[in-house]
T-cell receptor
C-alpha cells in the first residue's frame, strides 16, 4: 500500500494567490514526521516544512504552512501569495518511528501564472 | 562549502563503462542516503548509511555498489549499467535520530543537486 498519496499531478495558480497541495499518508505508528520538499527544474530537493505527529499546532515557515489533520491523516501544504519562483515539483514525505528512511509521494507539479 | 555537494552534475556512460558518483556533506550529519528518481515515479530509496554502516539496501542490483569511507563522503560505483538505469541520482544526509521519538524531533534530509545519469 502507498504510504504517501498526492492526488494532484499538476496544479495551476495565479500569482499572488494562495494554493493548497494535498497529501494523505498511511501509518499505524504514533510517532512520525511529515515533510514537504520543493524540486525546481535544477533538480535539487529543497526542504520546506516539517510537522511532527505530536505537534498540536500547524507548522508554518514564512509563506508555507501545513494544514495537519491527524484524524484524517492529511498534511496539506498551503502556499500563500504565490510567486513565479514557486513553480516546481512539490513532494510530500514521511518518516515513521525507528529512524526509518524518508518515503516520498509521487509529487505535484505547481505552475504559477503571471 | 556548505550543504550537500554531488559530482558530477551530468554523466553519460556506455553500458560497459565503470564510473562513480560522489557525494560530500558539510553539515556534520551522521546518516547518508542514495535515492533514484526516474521519470513519473516516486523517489526510490537505494541505500542508507548510519554512522558509516550500511543499514538499508532496497533490493538494488549489484551493478550499483555504494561506499561510505567516512560520515562526510558517500560514493556510488556504477558498472555494466542498463539504459533503464538512466535517472537522476540524489544524495542526501540527515542527523540520525535513533533513540528519539520522531514525532518530537525534526530530522529532515538535506539533498544535493543530483547527478543526471544517461546510459547509452
Amino acid at each position: 500500500a502507498q504510504k504517501i498519496t498526492q492526488t494532484q499531478p499538476g496544479m495551476f495558480v495565479q500569482e499572488k494567490e494562495a494554493v493548497t497541495l494535498d497529501c494523505t499518508y498511511d501509518t499505524s505508528d504514533q510517532s512520525y514526521g511529515l515533510f514537504w520538499y520543493k524540486q525546481p527544474s535544477s533538480g535539487e530537493m529543497i526542504f520546506l516544512i516539517y510537522q511532527g505527529s505530536y505537534d498540536e499546532q500547524n507548522a508554518t515557515e514564512g509563506r508555507y504552512s501545513l494544514n495537519f489533520q491527524k484524524a484524517r491523516k492529511s498534511a496539506n501544504l498551503v502556499i500563500s501569495a504565490s510567486q513565479l519562483g514557486d513553480s516546481a515539483m512539490y513532494f510530500c514525505a514521511m518518516r515513521e518511528s525507528g529512524n526509518t528512511p524518508l518515503v516520498f509521494g509521487k509529487g505535484t507539479r505547481l505552475s504559477v501564472i503571471a | 562549502e556548505t550543504g550537500v555537494t554531488q559530482t558530477p552534475r551530468h554523466l553519460v556512460m556506455g553500458m560497459t563503462n565503470k564510473k562513480s558518483l560522489k557525494c560530500e556533506q558539510h553539515l556534520g550529519h551522521n546518516a547518508m542516503y542514495w535515492y533514484k528518481q526516474s521519470a513519473k515515479k516516486p523517489l526510490e530509496l537505494m541505500f542508507v548509511y548510519n554512522f558509516k554502516e550500511q543499514t538499508e539496501n532496497n533490493s538494488v542490483p549489484s551493478r550499483f555498489s555504494p561506499e561510505c569511507p567516512n560520515s562526510s563522503h558517500l560514493f556510488l560505483h556504477l558498472h555494466t549499467l542498463q539504459p533503464e538505469d538512466s535517472a537522476l541520482y540524489l544524495c542526501a544526509s540527515s542527523q540520525d535520530v535513533r533513540g528519539y521519538a520522531l514525532g518530537k524531533i525534526q530530522s529532515p534530509l538535506h539533498f544535493g543537486n543530483g547527478t543526471r545519469l544517461t546510459v547509452t
